[in-house]
């Protein structure tokens, strides 16, 4: 069992009478993928909410660090990403009006300095930082097949692309740990590979993520474990094999996706 | 007279204010409910509706009218023309931007604010234009205070008004939908619902409305003036805001609350500073209860 | 941010610089220099509001509140303490700032419209306070005798500005050059970067990393602190101020500028201030029809190009609700 590098323990979200998360327990250790499964409105973005300091919990604990772990509970959802949280949303959420290379530069904010004197005044330091930032940018453009494309407008990217360049945007910051929110939703065939593909690549660097999928293809190859939501609640959790006919698991999709070997 | 009837008397005098602001402000809350555009040009649609029935006054005042009924008859033709106006803004200003940034529509009811107030000045002067007072000067004196016919004519004027709009919107077909527009207007056009045709009845209604608060309003000061409808929108707007932006019962209890706390200032504090009251209410408001007193009526943004 | 290569736009800046600086000589007519020192005036306004509205998508309705707020700051530091321009400008521009910066605070929790509301509210109360402290402010009469600028010029001794136009048409050209090859330079950077992903997408940009708070309030900080330079050189111009000078009207009109030049474009909000400057002194002769038409330009112009002169049309900035076009 590798180092613990996100706690959840106890999480619970309300929204007016709904209970969106109903006393919820979520370990993911250092370099591990963990797959987070179940039907539409099962909670899981709420989850990611949480954890990203949009939402704020009724209850529970949030833990994240490698060394010490710190609460991350009340903090702003900036703060939590400086610390190296990083996410995708399942809409979709680029700045759309400007370039793409300037959308994954844009996620190295946290690792950069430069304030409003340095840049008015254009000091090395300042030279130095954008330098590293663009050379940055465009090594991970490259990582997901968007360097051709860094110049045109995020928001002319077909779909595909789009979520790729989310994906690099996130990865810029150089978190240790990725949430991505349903990654392959509206990809074809041929997308979704290069997805999983990409996934493995960001797996060798070592780095945990914690991913929302439907697409049971997508998941198992990848995860090391997977947790299941249903209602709000965890109802299983444990390898892919095991979840995959695990009765209550299967009960609760009844069929709406495909649960099975691929 | 005493303290209390003091008091009692600006309670009268803001509730007449009041009245008038609610009429204005149902206008603003309307068509941000629907649309989510603060209608710069609401003010000037009421200043429009002041000089119109102050024209049709004007002309119908020789022919020996019951004065009752002249002033219906003015307010109707009044309350038609501000409809047919708002019609108009709504066709030809903002439907067009309705698609663009939220900005561009605020540029645009500021444009058509300084339009509609220069063609009031070169239509109508820029002087102040008396109101002839076709209401008889009756006043009741009622426990030491006094109220005059023409503050009646406000209450039970705006009170009629105010009923019947919320019947419409509770009671009918037409209401259902416009309270079903401003809630989810995507929906409702997925659904069938002729959503064009909403927001431009929800303009011609809110229009109406203010035309009559502009009658009102002039029957009650006596004298209008081109540049009043900047000050009494931002009021009404203030007022709307106050009670739940989007909320009809919300913009008729924000109207005779600023009305009321306004006269109580004016009557207490000097008269100059009775203006930055509104302004400061509508910061507090905005600042610490956003949502309005009655909790504002909005679509919820993505 | 590239290092400020030689670009074929930049030579186009600098030429139209030197044509500008050049304009006296050719046309000394006092008039029109004085047009044109009062469209720079309001481009440096525009340059302004444009960080706040244009880059950081934040609704600002009472942007002339801070240029009042530099106006007096300077002009009561002129009749009470004796300071000179150059060196009243400086706490002009920081009273502004603060001012910009403090009124953000609380206003930025809410929604985006009510955020324009607040403003024009505060822009309404800074007005009406200006006018009701006779004592200190001068009350509706407002600040006289404030003093001009004055230049040592080698050789030539002390030269007050007084009431020429053209000292003046030199001080806003060059201040406005200035400020905004300022604002080009913060819109390349790593702030101004931040701006714009707050204005394209704020839950996005929070999430990445960026303090949304502390840039929202930077950027109405940088903003004031323009009015304030802007208000400095204003009350130095007239000698005069009023707060009358300083409506609604004023701020409605600076945003139509940026508005029309495009929202976060530099070049956008200087053409879009020349053009609106000037618009109303060109239409002189239509005396009673002045506002009419402008707001009829607005109406107009907005409408046709909805990004503005020289804006994107890819920008997000919530539109108003869609509706299927097949609806009635």
């Known amino acids: ?262 | ?302 | 941010m590239s290092p400020t290569r030689l670009t074929p736009q930049l030579r186009w800046w600098i030429l139209g610089l030197l044509a500008a600086m050049a304009l006296p000589l050719l046309n000394p007519n006092p008039y029109h220099l004085d047009v044109l020192t009062t469209a720079l005036l309001y481009a440096i306004l525009a340059l302004g509001l444009n960080l706040i509205v244009g880059l950081t998508g934040l609704l600002h309705l009472g942007y002339a509140a801070f240029f009042a707020i530099g106006a007096y700051t300077y002009g009561l530091l002129s009749l009470y303490a004796g300071w000179p321009f150059w060196l009243g400008v400086i706490p002009a521009a920081a009273v502004a700032a603060l001012f910009g910066a403090a009124l953000g605070a609380p206003a930025l929790r809410v929604r985006g419209d009510y955020l324009a509301i607040i403003t024009l509210g505060f822009g309404e109360i800074v007005r009406i306070v200006f006018t009701n402290l006779d004592r200190w402010t001068g009350g509706p009469n407002g600040l006289l005798g404030i003093a001009h600028p004055q230049l040592w010029m080698p050789g030539r001794g002390v030269l007050d500005f007084g009431v020429s136009s053209t000292p003046y048409y030199y001080l806003v050209l060059i201040t406005m050059a200035v400020i905004a090859g300022v604002c080009m330079r913060l819109s390349r950077s790593r702030v101004g970067r931040a701006w714009v992903a707050i204005r394209d997408d704020e839950l996005a940009a929070a999430c990445t990393g960026i303090p949304v708070l502390q840039l929202k309030l930077l950027a109405q900080g940088c903003g004031g602190a323009i009015a304030g330079i802007a208000g400095a050189i204003f009350a130095a111009k007239q000698g005069t101020i009023t707060p009358d000078s300083f409506d609604f009207i004023l701020s409605v009109m600076i945003l139509a500028m940026v508005v029309l030049g495009g929202l976060g474009s530099i070049r956008g909000a200087i053409i879009g201030a020349l053009f609106l400057g000037v618009l109303p002194e060109v239409l002189r002769g239509f005396d009673q029809y002045r506002m009419l038409i402008f707001g009829l330009c607005m109406v107009i112009i907005i409408r046709l190009r909805p990004q503005g002169l020289f804006g994107t049309t890819h920008g997000k900035q919530s539109p108003a609700p869609s509706h299927a076009k097949s609806a009635a």
């Not at chain 1, 660097?205 to 947790?227: F, T, W």
């Not at chain 2, 739940?244 to 600023?258: Q, S, Y």
Request: net charge neutral; aromatic share 6%; hydrophobic share 50%.
């Open chain 2, 1 to 302: 007279m005493t303290s209390l009837q003091l008091f009692t008397q600006q309670l009268a005098n803001g509730l007449t204010l009041g009245a008038i602001y609610a009429l204005i402000a149902l206008g603003y809350s309307m068509i941000y409910g629907v649309i989510q555009l603060i209608n710069f040009a609401h003010g000037e649609v009421v200043m429009v509706g002041a000089y119109v029935s102050l024209t049709l006054i004007l002309m119908l005042m020789g022919l020996g009218l019951p004065w009752w009924v002249l002033v219906i008859v003015c307010g109707l033709g009044a309350m038609g023309g501000c409809a047919l106006l708002g019609l108009a803004m709504e066709r030809f200003a903002y439907r067009p931007v309705r698609q663009a940034p939220r900005l561009n529509a605020l540029i645009t009811a500021i444009g058509l604010s300084f339009f509609f107030q220069n063609a009031l000045m070169v239509g109508f002067g820029a002087t102040d234009r008396q109101f002839p007072s076709v209401v008889p000067p009756v006043r009741w004196e009622i426990g030491g205070i006094s109220v005059t016919a023409i503050q009646l004519i406000v209450w039970l004027g705006s009170a009629a008004l105010m009923v019947g709009l919320q019947l419409l919107v509770m009671s009918t077909k037409l209401g259902k939908a416009m309270r079903a527009t401003s809630q989810d207007l995507t929906a409702c056009a997925l659904l069938g619902i002729p959503v064009n045709r909403i927001i431009a009845v929800t303009f011609a209604i809110g229009s109406g409305l203010g035309a009559m608060g502009g009658l009102l309003f002039g029957l009650y000061y006596g004298t209008i003036n081109f540049h009043d409808g900047y000050l009494i929108g931002l009021k009404a707007f203030t007022a709307a805001v106050l009670g739940g932006i989007g909320n009809i019962p919300g913009a008729m209890v924000g109207g005779l609350l600023l009305g009321l706390l306004e006269g109580l200032a004016a009557g207490y504090l000097s008269s100059q500073w009775k203006n930055v009251i509104a302004f400061l209410i509508l910061i507090v408001m905005l600042l610490f209860k956003p949502r309005g007193l009655l909790g504002e009526r909005v679509a919820e943004r993505a």
């Open chain 1, 1 to 262: 069992m590798p180092n613990p590098l996100l706690e959840i323990q106890h999480l619970t979200k309300r929204f007016g009478g709904v209970l969106a998360l109903d006393d919820v327990e979520l370990t993911v250790g250092e370099g591990e993928t963990v797959g987070l499964i179940g039907p539409n409105g099962a909670g899981k973005t709420t989850l990611f909410n949480c954890v990203t300091g949009v939402l704020r919990p009724e209850r529970g604990e949030i833990r994240f660090g490698r060394s010490s772990r710190e609460g991350v509970v009340g903090l702003a959802p900036h703060e939590i990403a400086q610390q190296g949280i990083a996410r995708t949303f399942q809409n979709i959420r680029l700045f759309s009006s400007m370039r793409v290379l300037e959308n994954v530069i844009m996620g190295t904010y946290p690792r950069t300095h430069t304030g409003l004197w340095s840049a008015t005044l254009m000091t090395a330091e300042a030279r130095r930082e954008e330098q590293w930032a663009r050379d940055r940018a465009l090594g991970l453009l490259e990582m997901v097949g968007l360097a051709s494309r860094a110049e045109d407008v995020a928001a002319s990217l077909p779909f595909g692309q789009q979520r790729r360049l989310e994906i690099a945007r996130a990865l810029a910051s150089d978190p240790s740990l990725l949430l991505l929110d349903e990654p392959a939703a509206g990809l074809n065939p041929t997308e979704k590979q290069q997805l999983l593909h990409l996934i493995e690549q960001i797996k060798a660097q070592g780095l945990s993520i914690l991913l929302i999928e439907h697409d049971m293809r997508v998941v198992m190859p990848v995860s090391d474990r997977v947790a299941v939501l249903d209602y709000g609640k965890k109802i299983a959790e444990g390898s892919p094999s095991t979840i995959q006919t695990d009765p209550r698991v299967i009960e609760a999709y009844l069929g709406t996706t495909q649960v099975g070997p691929a």
